[in-house]
């Protein structure tokens, strides 16, 4: 099956922790992108990355890091400096260039608590 | 920047009755694409349009791209339960832009 799989689904993690959250894709997609929901809230960017080895901030970067060492997979690590990090986290991939293909699918999320 | 007002925020209506949401732009877009998430669940693409005017139908869902470029409607005919969770509207103003999100429509069906 083609998809998006994001793991885990439950993470806790003590205060002054960092922790890093998983997506990995089988689409053959480009682009890769976090996205973090709180509860009533919509989706806000947290990184995206276009091509291998290349990524950019979103609008809510500070206190995250990014990596895109293989087209297939985008982890997320939530630093200790992330004030607030306590949040639903969503991974999305889309193929890149083509007007066709704006489509962009989600994985099933990860919610993070900070005890 | 680009913002997208999506509206009602909320609805709670009665099985069986018909459902529509809609999202405006400030700017224009050349793709709307509409999604549902269910509680605890990652979004689920339901319609995607690409040409101003299109009316697009999944099954009991029929969506729209308005002809200003600027507005897309969702409707939901002949509600049932497992229609309950958030809808969300997105869209693009160009294919190499991000994807813009609304706030989402949350619906809740009385049986």
């Known amino acids: 099956d083609g998809g998006i799989t994001q793991s885990p689904k439950y993470l806790f993690r003590k205060e002054g922790q960092n922790v890093t959250l998983s997506c990995e894709q089988n689409l053959n997609h480009d682009a890769m992108y976090w996205y973090r929901q709180d509860p009533g809230q919509g989706l806000r960017l947290i990184y995206y990355?276009?091509?291998?080895?290349?990524?950019q901030k979103g609008d809510i970067a500070e206190g995250y890091s990014v990596s895109r060492e293989k087209k297939e997979s985008f982890p997320l690590t939530v630093t200790s400096a992330q004030k607030n990090p306590t949040a639903f986290y969503l991974c999305a991939s889309r193929a890149w260039g083509a007007s066709s293909y704006n489509e962009q699918f989600f994985g099933p999320g990860t919610r993070l608590t900070v005890l | 920047g680009q913002q997208l007002n999506q509206s009602p925020q909320s609805m709670f209506i009665q099985e069986g009755e018909d459902v529509s949401m809609n999202c405006t732009s400030s700017s224009i877009f050349n793709t709307w694409l509409w999604y549902k998430q269910d509680p605890g669940e990652g979004p689920v693409l339901l319609i995607a349009?690409?040409?101003?005017?299109e009316l697009t139908s999944n099954g009991r869902l029929t969506a729209q791209f308005g002809i200003t470029r600027k507005d897309s409607f969702l409707n939901i005919s002949a509600s049932i339960p497992s229609d309950v969770g958030i809808y969300f509207c997105a869209g693009y103003g160009g294919s190499q832009g991000n994807l813009i999100f609304g706030k989402g429509t949350k619906l809740s069906v009385k049986p």
């Open positions: 349009l690409y040409k101003a005017g």
């Open positions: 990355s276009q091509i291998v080895n290349d990524f």
